[in-house]
């Protein structure tokens, strides 16, 4: 497993806000303030309605919190935890009010994040034995990325890049448009890559093994295999040596995902950790809180 990446409480707050605007609009919660009186206190709990791995109960913590500071939210298994059916999450005591108001906006949050966590470790799991690690994409939800690249981390998996600014990716539609398309043209672009950005890594994408020779050549600290069969790829970790580490992606399934594994490469990249998760099934049980 990668190191768990810190959760940005600044992007955090941001969210928040405008999950809860996106809910709340002008009137605020209608409901609540029209049927509930107002100095109740209540107690809740969150619930796994099916197993799932649990990531994301700060960032639930601080939904409530941006509702009424006064709401306690204690969890009640940690960041990584495996969850069977019907598993407390955590508890919660505040206004009656303020616990309704911030529910579905917590949830939505909470489910999201176990969804990712769970699918990360399915995968995970299934490569172990192996030496190849598991990797997410940056096909993630819009503003979204930092805690879903959390939730992958907290799940088992790994991280790759976070955007656009901390590793060179040099794939072929960069070499098309500059003009370094065909023979000398990756050499050509990672030369480029390192005069401009030297403090990066510079990984290429390549579609056959001539390409792959090239990039090892040109010293590329990564060289992603892209859509290779895993004859190709396992060609493709001969030639390469250990020269660089080697990244499978595209047409990655969880069924094939081992036998992937099984040939030499160090890490297998797959979107489908972020990009088409089923969000977990988990609800909020409330009740008034005794006198």
């Not at 992007?11 to 919660?29: F, K, P, R, V, Y």
């Not at 009640?76 to 009010?97: D, F, H, M, Y």
């Not at 390469?240 to 160090?266: F, H, P, Y």
């Amino acid at each position: 497993m990668s190191k768990i990446p810190e959760i940005d409480f600044e992007q955090l707050d941001a969210l928040i806000a405008l999950a809860l605007s996106e809910d709340l609009g002008d009137l605020g919660d209608a409901t609540t303030q029209a049927v509930i009186p107002a100095g109740l206190a209540a107690k809740a709990v969150l619930l796994a309605k099916e197993e799932c791995v649990c990531a994301g109960l700060p960032v639930a913590a601080r939904v409530f919190a941006k509702v009424d500071r006064s709401i306690k939210f204690t969890p009640l298994v940690e960041e990584g935890t495996v969850c069977s059916k019907g598993t407390l999450l955590a508890r919660i005591n505040g206004p009656a009010k303020a616990l309704l108001t911030g529910e579905r906006t917590a949830l939505n949050f909470l489910q999201r994040l176990c969804g990712v966590a769970t699918v990360s470790r399915r995968y995970a799991m299934e490569l172990t034995g192996t030496n190849a690690k598991i990797l997410d994409t940056r096909k993630t939800t819009p503003g979204f990325r930092n805690l879903e690249k959390y939730a992958v981390a907290v799940g088992g998996a790994s991280n790759h890049r976070i955007g656009l600014y901390d590793r060179i990716m040099i794939k072929d539609n960069h070499r098309e448009l500059a003009g370094m398309e065909g023979p000398g043209g990756i050499g050509r672009s990672v030369k480029r890559a390192r005069e401009s950005y030297p403090q990066l890594e510079v990984e290429v994408e390549v579609d056959n093994l001539d390409e792959l020779r090239e990039a090892v050549a040109a010293g590329a600290d990564y060289i992603l295999l892209d859509n290779m069969d895993n004859a190709t790829m396992a060609e493709a970790v001969r030639l390469n040596n250990g020269a660089a580490k080697l990244e499978a992606s595209g047409g990655i399934t969880l069924a094939r995902l081992r036998s992937i594994g099984e040939l030499g490469v160090d890490y297998i990249s797959s979107g489908a950790l972020t990009h088409s998760v089923k969000s977990s099934d988990i609800s909020m049980d409330i009740e008034l809180e005794e006198a």
